[in-house]
């Protein structure tokens, strides 16, 4: 499936701020699963410094920079990109205690190593609330890891309520949780949460959603704004599985991918916003539509 | 002194040493297992034991006014923030060099093996891949910076100072305790310690063969100024400011090895390079010795909720455009579980087993090991994996094993339960070195910090370093938990040692360093401090008249007193029960400011400045009103003018000292424009002039020029236009014209600064006017454009 993206963020400061330097995640990634065909981010005012970068992770980012004074600031990405169903393929994932052994003879710090996706990140730390919710959804301890991932993202889908305005980016996912409310960034923090305390590599993925269902399908939350969802480690001959806890369903073609990271703060889409006294507002706004239909 | 004949010789020794008893089964570095002083100690003790008791405290005494007088203070972390005396234990630790020898011998070896491993960490992974570190420990630890990962370091090395901290067990052998390289404290208050303790020993520390300190570093500043490469770029110093606990380490070393002291707030960074904001522009920083740890570098790519570092300093590190010392991203070295891993890499990297061993450790994320720390937890010490605290931290949250121990279930519950996360340490115990406790020595546990530079020509160990002496005779490491004081080490030569300064000799031909450019945010503090100590003296007079007419009328009811009280510089505070507090805040302001400085600001003047805030909280605290105030403030009054004549007779005149000036220039301006449009006013009581007059300082001065009554142009006169009244308006302006005239930019090329322009304007107009056309409005518009003045200054220079 072929989509035709538009994002837009915008800052609007009360007082004008005295310049500022911004590392952007806002551009879709090239992978396997999809293609970018065309990807073009625009930026007013014009930065006075504008470099590409690519992080541990192998995301790409830009990172800009503004010496003038400035009151607003537009970031503006129009993007063309193909994405691929994964193919479905029979679960050959192992149990629990086989992944932990797996693991534990895997000498590897490459980007794609789980060992970066099991401890602690500055946003997602082991509580003993998260643990007890997982254990709970596991069956026994001959469940594959990729049906307790299947099992854990429904219970939350479930369990939990899509509501705008109940979080912020800053709510820790222990609040979010407790109040069983929360957004997509919220689901994927709790999910991962959950995934690393019963030993399941988890990371998260930003990216966009297809804004309006193929026909006859129900709309999926999570479309007005950039999307998030998880990726879990099923071991190695599985590899990497990425679930959306908000819509409990796999991600298959109507996600479009960004970048991904230990927690929301590898890969905000704009990091080192600056906060002023006077206070400011950020607008963001998302279309992805599959070609044709715009 | 005393009259108590000197006594020498063994006797003297014996009788010193009499209630000298080393604990059984711990070593002691005075003391040799069979009693007998150590040949080291030897020449110190006969000189220590021939003092008269009160000689010797006579000398401590000595030792301590010195470090009250350099100023030497520490600060405690949630210990309200306020400075405490330096804690010296006068008697130093002692070691002969050809012991020294071999402990820097193994420390040079592990300096050189924490470069591999850093190195590999941060580039091929070997040992991880090869199995001789787990990929989980370096991956769960924060200190593991990702963004660093592939980054080669501009020098080419990731080390270049580091300390080490020592102790000597019971068997006589030293260990490592632990490594510490991401900003290692403490080398400044070593040199401080030496300093102290050869002014307690004077005539022993002359001619007994002591290593200096000096030449060590002179090889550090060598090192630093040489990474810059061949660039005319600066080397700083980043500190996180001074609520830090070791912020006047940072300052002393600065001012020692001359180096820049800058905060986050201070630097930028333009494509790619470093800038120092100064008050002449940017000026690019090749080479930063941080003392921030390395996640609060760059609140961009490392921890975002940094309000210390500055964004885009990891690009910089990058692009090879800044060099950081240690590099960021080597704190992985001192996770406290690395030490148990540390024999099997020395053998993979270096093919030779550890010269001296570390502390044994072992990490509980694996079967064997956690098993080992079960069975052995009565001899162990549970502590966090991913710590890189000391052991004697004391918000290290490390317990005995034994104490746990007796709670069996909750030990094996809480390994299992957080295996990786813990280290079994074993519980060593400390040797003990002499302290003089209550007039006599005692036994003292101890461990040492040995600091080591790389140099051209490799590493090179600070022949001395920094002991810790413990506050009991408990011997076990982690008791040093409770604090305790710190002491001098002396490493002794059997032959004479080059007597070593890094102050410029005599006779070499005197170079004058080149200029490096004020800090706008040095400029601004000293702006301000300028600002608020003359802020506090005008307020000192104001209340002084107030309380001296207070006591001649006995009533505060006079028209005279309504006028005074509703006097606009006292901001609706009442003079006799608020405005104190106006002045202890401006006086704590100035405080502040000065603190932010004090790279720059003499020891006395810091002094005399702290002299100042605690006599203004003791004269001002319970005083009655009237007479007794009026004398409580005169004498606050001399402190004020003292400090200010200490700055103004004393200091050099750097652009630091322009900005300290200004700012004292202008609030003095302001304060006598917003004087005189009140108590000069047409509608202002009878009293008010001479009042004015007096707050002025300038009674004697009016009697003699004018020889007769106040009257509203006589005072306006000596107050505004006098070109030679050290009060008058004009005469701050003056000032306020010639020091920004030393400011860089002051003569642009199309002509003058607009600040130049402004206060030459101001100073022009004031200068031909007459008394007559200098009313309440026109002295109102006056405060107001000086006013103007400072925010043209603030745009131009402290921003």
């Known amino acids: ?294 | 002194m005393s009259s108590a004949k000197p006594q020498t010789g063994p006797d003297a020794v014996t009788r010193l040493l009499a209630g000298y008893r080393p604990l059984p089964g711990v070593s002691d570095e005075l003391l040799d297992a069979a009693g007998a002083v150590r040949p080291a100690w030897r020449g110190f003790i006969s000189h220590v034991a021939a003092m008269a008791p009160e000689e010797i405290s006579h000398r401590i005494s000595q030792g301590d006014q010195y470090l009250r007088d350099a100023g030497v203070f520490f600060r405690q972390y949630g210990d309200g923030q306020a400075e405490r005396a330096w804690p010296l234990s006068h008697i130093p630790v002692i070691v002969h060099e050809s012991e020294w020898g071999t402990i820097t011998e193994g420390l040079i070896q592990r300096a050189d093996l924490l470069e591999s491993i850093v190195a590999d960490l941060y580039g091929s992974q070997r040992l991880v891949m090869e199995g001789h570190l787990p990929a989980s420990l370096v991956a769960m630890s924060p200190e593991w910076l990702r963004p660093l990962v592939g980054v080669r370091p501009r020098s080419g090395q990731f080390l270049h100072f580091i300390a080490f901290e020592i102790a000597r067990g019971p068997d006589g052998q030293w260990w490592v305790l632990g490594d510490r390289v991401q900003a290692p404290s403490g080398a400044g208050f070593a040199l401080e310690n030496r300093v102290a303790t050869a002014r307690v020993f004077p005539d022993h520390y002359a001619r007994a063969n002591i290593h200096r300190l000096a030449g060590f570093f002179r090889a550090f500043r060598d090192m630093m100024n040489d990474l810059r490469g061949d660039t005319d770029s600066r080397v700083g110093i980043l500190t996180p400011g001074r609520l830090n606990d070791t912020y006047f380490e940072h300052a002393y070393i600065a001012r020692y090895l001359g180096f820049m002291l800058l905060e986050g707030e201070d630097l930028t960074v333009e494509n790619g390079q470093v800038m120092v904001r100064t008050i002449a522009g940017l000026e690019p920083v090749s080479v930063l010795w941080r003392r921030i740890d390395a996640a609060f570098a760059d609140p961009l790519e490392l921890n975002e909720q940094s309000r210390l570092g500055v964004p885009g300093l990891v690009e910089a590190v990058r692009r090879g455009q800044l060099a950081v010392v240690n590099a960021l991203g080597t704190g992985i070295l001192e996770t406290r579980a690395l030490l148990a891993f540390m024999p099997r890499i020395a053998q993979a990297l270096l093919d030779e087993p550890l010269k001296l061993p570390n502390i044994a450790t072992w990490w509980c994320g694996q079967e064997s090991e956690r098993a080992h720390v079960l069975a052995h937890a009565d001899r162990m010490m549970i502590g966090e994996a991913l710590s890189t605290r000391m052991l004697f931290d004391s918000e290290d949250r490390t317990h005995l094993g034994a104490t746990l121990a007796e709670r069996q279930q909750s030990l094996s519950d809480m390994i299992d339960r957080r295996g990786p996360m813990l280290v079994g340490q074993e519980a060593v115990t400390l040797s003990t070195t002499p302290a003089m406790v209550d007039g006599a020595l005692t036994p003292r546990p101890m461990s040492l910090r040995v600091f080591l530079a790389r140099t051209p020509r490799g590493w090179r160990a600070m022949p001395g370093g920094y002991a810790r002496i413990g506050r009991s005779q408990d011997a076990t490491a982690i008791a040093m938990q409770r604090g305790g004081s710190v002491a001098d080490v002396w490493v002794l030569s059997d032959k004479p040692v080059r007597n070593e300064t890094l102050l410029p000799s005599p006779a070499a031909p005197y170079k004058r360093s080149r200029r490096v450019e004020l800090p706008s945010r040095a400029a601004d503090n000293l702006f301000w401090m300028g600002r608020y100590v003359e802020r506090a003296e005008g307020l000192i007079r104001m209340l002084r008249a107030w309380h001296v007419r207070l006591a001649e009328a006995g009533r505060d009811d006079t028209p005279l007193l309504t006028h005074v009280r509703s006097f606009p510089g006292f901001h609706d505070a009442d003079p006799t029960s608020e405005a104190p507090g106006a002045l202890l805040a401006a006086i704590s302001a100035a405080t502040a400011s000065a603190s932010q400085v004090r790279d720059r600001f003499s020891i006395d003047g810091w002094n005399a400045l702290n002299d100042l805030a605690a006599s203004a909280q003791a004269e001002l605290g319970n005083v009655s009103p009237g007479h007794a105030s009026a004398r409580a403030l005169g004498r606050l009054l001399h402190r004020v003018t003292g400090f200010s004549g200490l700055v103004h007779e004393n200091m050099y005149r750097f652009a630091g000292w322009r900005f300290l000036s200004i700012g004292r220039s202008l609030e003095r301006a302001v304060n006598m424009c917003e004087a005189l449009a009140w108590f000069a006013a047409e509608a202002a009581p009878e009293g008010a002039l001479d009042l004015v007059v007096e707050v002025g300082d300038s009674v004697l001065t009016h009697r003699r020029l004018y020889a007769v009554a106040t009257g509203r142009s006589t005072v306006i006169d000596l107050l505004a236009c006098d070109a030679n009244n050290p009060r008058s308006v004009l005469y701050q302006l003056a000032e306020m014209k010639e020091q920004v005239s030393f400011l860089p930019g002051a003569q642009e090329a199309d002509g003058m600064s607009e600040l130049s322009r402004a206060i030459l304007k101001l100073h022009a107009e004031i200068a031909v006017a007459a008394p007559e056309d200098i009313d309440t409005a026109r002295l109102m518009d006056l405060r107001a454009d000086l006013w103007r003045a400072s925010d043209l200054l603030t745009q131009a220079y402290l921003r």
Not at chain 1, 153 to 168: E, I, K, M, V, Y
Not at chain 1, 185 to 193: E, G, K, L, P, V
């Open chain 1, 1 to 294: 499936m072929i989509y035709d993206i538009r994002l837009t963020i915008e800052y609007v400061y009360r007082a004008p701020v005295a310049g500022g330097r911004h590392v952007l995640y806002m551009t879709p990634s090239q992978a396997s699963s999809q293609r970018v065909i065309t990807s073009l981010l625009d930026i007013t005012p014009a930065p006075d410094e504008r470099i590409a970068m690519t992080d541990f992770f192998g995301n790409t980012a830009v990172e800009v920079a503004f010496r003038a004074p400035h009151a607003e600031i537009a970031f503006r990405l129009r993007a063309r990109v193909e994405r691929i169903a994964p193919e479905d393929k029979p679960d050959i994932s192992p149990a629990l205690p086989a992944l932990a052994s797996e693991l534990a003879g895997l000498r590897s710090l490459a980007a794609d190593s789980p060992h970066h996706f099991l401890a602690d990140s500055p946003r997602v730390r082991a509580q003993p609330e998260f643990e007890a919710y997982a254990r709970a959804q596991v069956a026994d301890d001959k469940q594959t890891v990729c049906a307790i991932v299947a099992s854990i993202g429904q219970a939350l889908d479930r369990d939990l309520t899509f509501d705008p305005g109940s979080t912020n980016v800053d709510t820790p996912p222990e609040e979010a949780f407790a109040a069983r409310h929360g957004v997509c960034q919220d689901f994927t923090h709790i999910m991962i949460a959950c995934l690393r305390s019963i030993g399941i590599p988890a990371g998260y993925v930003s990216g966009f959603l297809r804004t309006r269902p193929p026909p006859g399908e129900e709309r999926l939350e999570g479309a007005d704004a950039m999307h998030a969802w998880v990726r879990a480690w099923c071991g190695g001959a599985t590899g990497w599985v990425e679930y959306d806890p908000t819509n409990g369903i796999w991600v298959k073609d109507q996600h479009i991918a960004v970048a991904h990271g230990r927690d929301y703060g590898d890969v905000a889409p704009v990091r080192g916003v600056v906060r002023t006294s006077g206070g400011q507002t950020s607008k963001q706004a998302v279309d992805v539509m599959p070609l044709g239909e715009t």
